[in-house]
């Protein structure tokens, strides 16, 4: 009896993530209430907030399913024990970037995120773990990149916290700009060259040397 509860829960959380981001989709975030995602899931709003506290809430925990299939490849480049840190860090953005654009539930949450996401004062929860989450980011990318210079893959005196921040921005900058003109390049095909142009930077910029 107590499994079957812990499963009738499970599915309640998924049709309500579902028909958040469906809804958050269709109408931005602003403009969606909890009481539209619980009509859209059949669900009382009392059964959101058992899940989640609030929208924030829940659209940290859509963009979190969003990161599994690149946790394997994260924490191999981040391990001091790696080989080729850099070349997981290359597998990992070329997967994220063909990721969006092949599967259509990774693309929709993204779209929402860059772009359909209003970081407003009833939102201000989400604008800090969004906050948290970029510096944490930032942090894992900087492992990565420390990795690498100990293996000579990178310059010995590579600025390990400014090549941190240009890599993320630069991957936000790809993701956000195909996002909204999808048409505008070949983001899967060209995956692998987005990446390598992104190391290119890392390896030769004098810019980013201590």
């Known amino acids: 009896?107590?499994?079957?509860?812990?499963?009738?829960?499970?599915e309640t959380r998924s049709r309500i993530l579902e028909a958040a981001e469906r809804a958050f989709y269709e109408r931005g975030v602003s403009r969606t209430t909890l009481s539209d995602i619980?009509?859209?899931?059949?669900v009382t709003r009392g059964a959101i907030?058992?899940?989640f506290s609030n929208k924030a809430d829940l659209m940290q925990a859509m963009l979190d399913t969003t990161h599994e299939s690149l946790e394997e490849l994260a924490n191999a480049s981040e391990s001091e024990d790696e080989l080729d840190p850099l070349g997981c860090l290359r597998k990992l953005l070329i997967h994220l970037f063909q990721q969006v654009v092949l599967d259509p539930k990774t693309q929709r949450i993204n779209e929402i995120l860059f772009h359909k996401c209003?970081?407003?004062?009833?939102?201000c929860d989400l604008r800090g773990q969004r906050q948290t989450a970029s510096l944490e980011c930032n942090s894992r990318i900087g492992l990565t990149l420390r990795n690498a210079v100990h293996r000579k893959q990178l310059p010995e005196d590579l600025n390990i916290v400014r090549a941190a921040i240009c890599l993320h921005a630069?991957?936000?900058?790809?993701?956000?700009?195909?996002l909204?003109?999808?048409?505008s390049?070949?983001?899967?095909q060209d995956a692998?060259?987005?990446?390598?142009?992104?190391?290119?930077?890392?390896?030769?910029?004098?810019s980013l040397r201590n």
């Open 1 to 10: 009896m107590v499994r079957r509860t812990k499963e009738e829960a499970l």
């Open 38 to 42: 619980a009509a859209l899931a059949g």
């Open 49 to 51: 907030y058992w899940h």
């Open 118 to 123: 209003e970081l407003t004062d009833e939102m």
């Open 170 to 178: 630069y991957v936000d900058g790809i993701l956000g700009q195909w």
């Open 180 to 183: 909204l003109i999808p048409d």
């Open 185 to 188: 390049f070949q983001l899967h």
């Open 192 to 206: 692998e060259r987005w990446v390598d142009i992104s190391l290119d930077m890392l390896r030769l910029s004098p």
